[in-house]
């Protein structure tokens, strides 16, 4: 069993980690690598803590968890090279994840481009910033995948599932 500490910008929770899970997870606590945790919270008059189901880097829980990209364009800074750009990155970043491309238009509303099927990508923040530089603005939105906890355990007690958000 392990205790770690989960950080972010803003705060903090510790995290407890059975010898089931560590096993695979190991190699990843204690590194300074942007883990995603998969677990249960448990709040006790201590605060809060995290029972770890798994614990994935984040480019793997990127590319388990990610349901769909949708690209959000503003017609009025964007020009044909610029989604031209955009389109050769879709093929450099090929994988499984479905991709939806909107143009908004200020104060005219939104269209939504229906885009090739195999225009599907691999989810990455590399992809991610590629798109920012050729478009000049954060423009990929990620939705996630509702994420399936396996538990093992429950105080020696049941094995069941239960749902949590990624």
Avoid: W
Avoid at 69 to 91: C, G, M, P, S, W
């Amino acid at each position: 069993m392990a205790f770690a500490v989960l950080e972010d910008m803003i705060a903090s929770v510790e995290v407890v980690v059975f010898p089931s899970t560590f096993e695979s997870c190991s190699h990843l606590l204690g590194s300074d690598t942007a883990v995603v945790v998969l677990g249960t919270v448990q709040q006790n008059e201590r605060g809060a803590k995290i029972i770890a189901e798994s614990v994935l880097p984040l480019p793997e829980a990127m590319e388990k968890y990610t349901k769909d990209v949708h690209i959000k364009v503003r017609a009025n800074q964007t020009t044909r090279q610029h989604l031209e750009q955009v389109k050769e990155l879709l093929y450099q970043y090929h994988g499984n994840c479905p991709v939806k491309l909107t143009l908004h238009f200020d104060g005219r509303g939104e269209v939504d481009i229906e885009l090739l099927k195999d225009l599907t990508i691999k989810p990455s923040s590399d992809f991610s910033t590629k798109v920012e530089e050729v478009l000049g603005y954060p423009a990929a939105i990620y939705g996630m995948k509702q994420a399936e906890i396996q538990r093992g355990y429950k105080n020696g007690k049941n094995n069941y599932n239960r749902r949590a958000n990624a």
